[in-house]
Structures are given as structure tokens and as C-alpha cells.
């Protein structure tokens, strides 16, 4: 259904990359799933109401919640697409990810509330009816729901959203929801035991564990969570096999929403070129990131020493000692200044997050190694964080 009518009305439908392609695929799933949520809380009410199920009933308000959630999908990619204004320069690509995070809830919520009633169930127990008609209708409600999961699912990937992924979670969910309800429904008939409120209970928990999974995945990008080593790895291989480029570091990734992103980083270049040229070749590798990637890049040109032999020798040196610390230490922007009296080893290293040896114990570490071989030089090193 989704690829026949996307072939309809998604113009250039395989360039994900685009906003607006991305927008109709997100506004086209968030609509069907409108259509097949009502379909759904129709036949399970009828169902529910003819067996007296509580769970059969709440599963079909569970549906209803599915067809707000659509809604809220088809609106979050509708809302996403509008192009940046004066309050918000970076556009409203974000919404998309407040959408999923407004899906998560709902989830949460039912979760909550199939729990609170099963509970009641368990403490009144009241006997269900039993009929083909319902189980065809259970039958039914699970094809559609891993149907629906599966093209959510599908197009998450393609487009790269969490809004669509954590849709896809939610049909999941209520597959398994429906499967553990009709499970019930059989069990009381042919054995008379009356499990359906603990069914409930069950299905329940597992709707609240997929609720905070899918949580999880719309909270990390709003709170700034690293780019994918893919990502990065791209980048990398773009910056480096440019002529003229030694190196690179600082790398931060700004995520505006999905096809709205921003870098910053350091390319590292000969003191000894011409500016000029430098500059040229800055502007190009900017075009290339923002047409290969689609992403905005800012560079920052970084100068270094090559010719000088003293610099090259003690740069080695200092890499094998950061080496024989730990090898998950990196430098940057490796220079000397040289006095009379003494010289000074300046650098940026690169920490790991929660390292464990304090950066006073580091420091001293790396003095102490560095006076085993030239008692006059010094380090003045910067310590950071990798943003990636």
C-alpha cells in the first residue's frame, strides 16, 4: 500500500535526502496508519463488547491512542518541513523528533492503563464470551499490525526518523498485545481458566518497556547525542583525501533535525603555503562536504610547522609517549616555542569521556617521560573532550 502510493504522489520518492521527499513519505505513513488505527478500534470494540474482554476492549482503545499517534506523526512531518524564520533560523526540523517523543508517551500511557485495569480484572474476574467472529477479528488486528510495523519500520530506515521507528515500535507492541489477547481468549475457552486480567499485566509491561525504548530514541537526538560513526568516518575520508589538507580534528556535528545539519571542524595546513590558495581550497572542501553529505560545514584553517626538523622529532616523540600511556590518547596542533633558558612543548590532547587517571596525574606523567629525554623542555598541554 505504502510503495503503490508513493509511486502516486512522492515526486523523486528514491532521494530520501530531501526534506520534502522525507515530509511526504512521513505525512503518507502517518495517514494510512490514521485509516488502519480506526479500522482497528472498530472491529476490536465490536469484539470486545461481544466477549466482555477487558483486555479485547482496552486493545481497542489502545488502537484508538494509535490513530492520535498517526495524527501527530502526519502533523510533526507537516510541521518539520516549514522553512526557517527569523525565530528559528535552523528551521523546525526537531518537531520531528518532539512527534516521536509525543508517540512514546502515548505508549507509556496505555501501558499504564491496560496495567490499572488488568489489575481490577484480576481482583473481579468476570467470565468472557467466546465466538469466531472475535478471533477472525484478533486474527485480522495482528496481520495489520505487523503489516504496519513493518512498513513503518521500513520507511524509518529509508528516511532515517525516529518519529517513524519509534511508530514502528508502537505496531509492535500491539502486535504482540493482540497476540497475547487472543491467547487468552482460547485459553478460557477451552480450559476455562481465566487468565485475561494477567495477560493484561504482561502485555502491559511489555507496552511500557517498547514505550521507554522509544523514548530513548527521541530524547538523544534533542539532548545532542554524537553522530554516527559512519558519519564521521565520511567526513573524515572527505577532509583527508583533499591536496593541501595534513590533517584534521575538533570535528562537532549540530543536529537541527534530520537533513539539517551543521559541522565545524579543523583542517590542519602547511604554515608554508600561500593563504590565498588555502583559502580557495577551504571555500571548495566546504561545497564538497555540503553536496556529498548535505550538510553545512564551517572550517577552520590550522596551521603547522613542517619544515622545521626539531618539531618533526619531538612531535614523534611525544606520540610514542602518549602511545605508551594509553592509546586512546590523540594530539592536535602540535608547535614549539624556544628560549634561552628552556622551550615549550605546546599541544591540545584528546581525552576519552570518563577517563579514569586525573588530568593533573596525566600531566605529570607525560612531564616526567619528556624530562627523561631533554631535561629543558616543558609541556603546556590543553586537554578536551571528543565531541564525536
Known amino acids: 500500500m505504502i510503495g503503490f502510493f508513493s509511486r502516486l504522489w512522492i ?33 476490536k470494540f465490536l469484539a470486545g463488547s461481544l466477549s466482555k474482554s477487558i483486555a479485547i476492549t482496552a486493545d481497542a482503545f489502545n488502537n484508538l491512542s494509535d490513530a492520535g499517534s498517526s495524527f501527530i506523526t502526519l502533523v510533526g512531518f507537516k510541521m518539520s518541513g516549514q522553512e526557517p524564520d527569523p525565530d528559528h533560523p535552523f528551521g523546525h526540523g526537531r518537531i520531528e523528533y518532539l512527534s516521536g517523543l509525543i508517540v512514546s508517551g502515548a505508549i507509556l500511557i496505555m501501558g499504564y492503563e491496560l496495567i490499572v485495569s488488568s489489575i481490577k480484572k484480576i481482583l473481579q474476574p468476570e ?13 485480522c488486528s495482528i496481520l495489520v499490525k505487523l503489516y504496519m510495523a513493518y512498513y513503518n519500520f521500513s520507511v524509518g530506515k529509508k528516511i532515517d526518523s525516529s ?3 519509534a511508530t514502528a515500535t508502537d505496531s509492535l507492541s500491539d502486535t504482540v ?22 495477560c493484561g499485566v504482561l502485555v502491559g509491561l511489555f507496552i511500557l518497556y517498547a514505550g521507554f525504548s522509544a523514548a530513548k530514541d527521541t530524547i538523544n537526538p534533542l539532548l545532542g547525542q554524537a553522530p554516527s560513526r559512519e558519519f564521521v568516518e565520511q567526513v573524515q575520508q572527505i577532509v583527508l583525501n583533499t591536496d593541501g589538507v595534513l590533517g584534521m580534528h575538533d570535528l562537532i556535528v549540530h543536529d537541527y533535525g ?39 560545514a564551517v572550517i577552520h584553517m590550522d596551521p603547522i610547522v613542517t619544515e622545521d626538523p626539531d618539531v618533526r622529532l619531538w612531535k614523534d616523540y611525544i606520540h610514542d609517549i602518549l602511545l605508551s600511556i594509553d592509546a586512546s590518547l590523540h594530539m592536535h596542533d602540535f608547535r614549539m616555542v624556544k628560549g634561552n633558558t628552556h622551550t615549550n612543548i605546546i599541544f591540545d590532547m584528546v581525552l576519552p ?8 596525574l596525566l600531566l605529570d606523567e607525560i612531564q616526567k617521560k619528556v624530562w627523561e629525554i631533554d631535561e629543558h623542555y616543558y609541556v603546556v598541554i590543553q586537554m578536551e573532550h571528543s565531541y564525536t
Open 127 to 139: 467470565d468472557t464470551a467466546f465466538s469466531l467472529l472475535v478471533v477472525m477479528i484478533l486474527i
Open 353 to 360: 569521556h570518563n577517563y579514569k587517571l586525573s588530568k593533573t
Open 163 to 165: 518519529a517513524m521507528k
Open 177 to 198: 498485545t493482540t497476540t497475547v489477547v487472543l491467547f487468552a481468549t482460547l485459553i478460557q475457552h477451552f480450559f476455562g481458566w481465566q487468565i485475561d486480567g494477567c
Open 258 to 296: 534530520p537533513g539539517r545539519i551543521i559541522i565545524s571542524l579543523h583542517a590542519e595546513v602547511s604554515s608554508n603555503g600561500n593563504i590565498l590558495e588555502i583559502h580557495d581550497m577551504i571555500d571548495r572542501l566546504e561545497q564538497t562536504l555540503n553536496k556529498q553529505l548535505h550538510c553545512e
Open 11 to 43: 515526486k523523486d520518492r528514491e532521494n530520501t535526502s530531501s526534506p520534502a521527499v522525507r515530509q511526504s513519505y512521513g505525512m503518507l505513513c502517518g495517514a494510512v496508519g490514521i485509516f488502519l488505527n480506526v479500522l482497528l478500534f472498530l472491529g
